[in-house]
T-cell receptor
């Protein structure tokens, strides 16, 4: 299967702990996106990368959230000092960067975070 | 800022009924419009898209037409099946970058 993969699929943590999620995009895609989806809501954009460069990060929810894509392949999303309000599904997507190559974003299955 | 408004669900229909899910948007520019679907236990999948006014996106019997004058992109299907039961998300994108989603509409189709 060459789709977008995310790890872990589920994470339960205690308030105040740090968590890190990994996303492996479709290998040919140079763009990678992170979204958060809470119950009953649509996905909410957090940040995205084109190759190694983080092109938009102002929508990260607080300074406790950070993301990296060090070699332009996989990406990690870290949440420090988790709070109960961080409980959500965290989605990763990837795409090409030009319409001519197909802008379509392909989504991974998500990582469900529960903060106790 | 950009926003998408969808009709609230759940929408409950019998098999072979006609489906409409309303979607309207607000955007500063000239966005591309999308419908994504999330089947139970699966990730989001692109259902159809339209990139300019009067374009009609279609896939799997679903259709939506980009109406700039009414800022709408309503999803329709002439005859739904039980297998169409899912959550449907309307979304927009400006400049081929990030997606702004609506809240989603759950569709439940009974035999």
């Amino acid at each position: 299967d060459t789709g977008v993969s995310q790890d872990p699929r589920h994470k339960i943590t205690k308030r105040g702990q740090n968590v890190t999620f990994r996303c492996d995009p479709i290998s040919e895609h140079n763009r990678l996106y992170w979204y958060r989806q809470t119950l009953g809501q649509g996905p909410e954009f957090l940040t995205y990368f084109q190759n190694e460069a983080q092109l938009e990060k102002s929508r990260l929810l607080s300074d406790r959230f950070s993301a990296e894509r060090p070699k332009g392949s996989f990406s990690t999303l870290e949440i420090q000092r988790t709070e109960q309000g961080d409980s959500a599904m965290y989605l990763c997507a990837s795409s090409f960067s030009r319409e001519g190559l197909g802008f379509r974003q392909f989504f991974g299955p998500g990582t469900r975070l529960t903060v106790l | 800022g950009d926003s998408v408004t969808q009709m609230e669900g759940p929408v409950t229909l019998s098999e072979e009924a006609f489906l409409t899910i309303n979607c309207t948007y607000t955007a500063t520019g000239y966005p591309s419009l999308f419908w994504y679907v999330q089947y139970p236990g699966e990730g989001l999948q692109l259902l159809l898209k339209a990139t300019k006014a009067d374009d009609k996106g279609s896939n799997k019997g679903f259709e939506a037409t980009y109406r700039k004058e009414t800022t709408s992109f309503h999803l329709e299907k002439g005859s739904v099946q039980v297998s169409d039961s899912a959550v449907y998300f309307c979304a927009l994108s400006e400049g081929y970058s990030t997606l702004t989603f609506g809240k989603g509409t759950m569709l439940l189709v009974s035999p």
